[in-house]
């Protein structure tokens, strides 16, 4: 019989630049499946530094990626228990943005890569919170997301889906049904791009985008 508790748990995230009244950007980035939060941040490298704020939180699971125990990664969610994993990543995420208090006249953007897509929406879905751009970024919108869970944000916000011609895990008739179901959900405000090249994080992209402080 499987049982449960609740116990206190302390977990790491990290941040990039610093937040200051020249901050006019922030983002809240969600890594990919092996991925560890510090080396994601090297992808944001290009932004500038003095205008740009990011957040990584780091996914509540870590393993030894080879057998040599020798490099570690994290990830978000599995098929085991995930209700479970979710509330706990809900609440871990509630807990940093209670630790960084980032003032609501700053432009936002909330952008997942991969397996941190499917976090990134939840987070916005569950936790009501808003965002200036949401940047889905070769990964899938979880099917249990509809346009309802979506009704906070303001109509203004725009929503990137970005991915390669060369994925090995997005097919043609893949980005089709995601894009679809990205579409029902998102409706008009969804803008797809494309770039050639495999399953990686495009940084041309990130650096592309160039939001402004909002009034």
């Not at 809240?28 to 090297?42: A, E, P």
């Not at 098929?79 to 432009?107: C, P, Q």
């Not at 990134?120 to 200036?132: E, G, M, N, Q, V």
Request: charged share 20%; net charge negative; glycine share 6%.
């Amino acid at each position: 019989m499987q049982k449960k508790v609740s116990f206190e748990s302390t977990h790491p995230y990290e941040t990039m630049n610093a937040y200051t009244a020249d901050t006019k950007t922030v983002w809240v980035v969600f890594h990919g499946m092996g991925y560890l939060s510090k080396y994601f941040l090297r992808y944001f490298a290009g932004l500038d530094s003095k205008e740009h704020y990011i957040i990584a939180p780091q996914g509540l699971n870590t393993y030894y990626q080879d057998n040599r125990f020798k490099h570690v990664g994290a990830s978000w969610l599995t098929r085991e228990n995930t209700h479970m994993g979710i509330d706990n990543i809900l609440s871990y995420m509630e807990a940093i943005w209670k630790e960084e208090a980032i003032d609501s006249n700053v432009h936002l953007v909330v952008l997942g890569y991969s397996q941190g897509v499917s976090i990134a929406t939840r987070w916005l879905a569950f936790a009501k919170h808003s965002c200036d751009q949401l940047v889905l970024l070769s990964g899938s919108v979880p099917k249990e997301l509809t346009a309802t869970h979506f009704e906070h944000l303001s109509e203004a916000a725009i929503v990137s889906y970005h991915y390669g011609t060369n994925d090995e895990y997005i097919s043609e008739s893949r980005a089709i049904t995601e894009i679809d179901h990205i579409q029902s959900v998102f409706g008009s405000r969804l803008k797809v791009s494309t770039f050639e090249g495999p399953h990686e994080v495009d940084t041309d992209f990130i650096k592309a985008q160039k939001p402004l402080k909002t009034s």
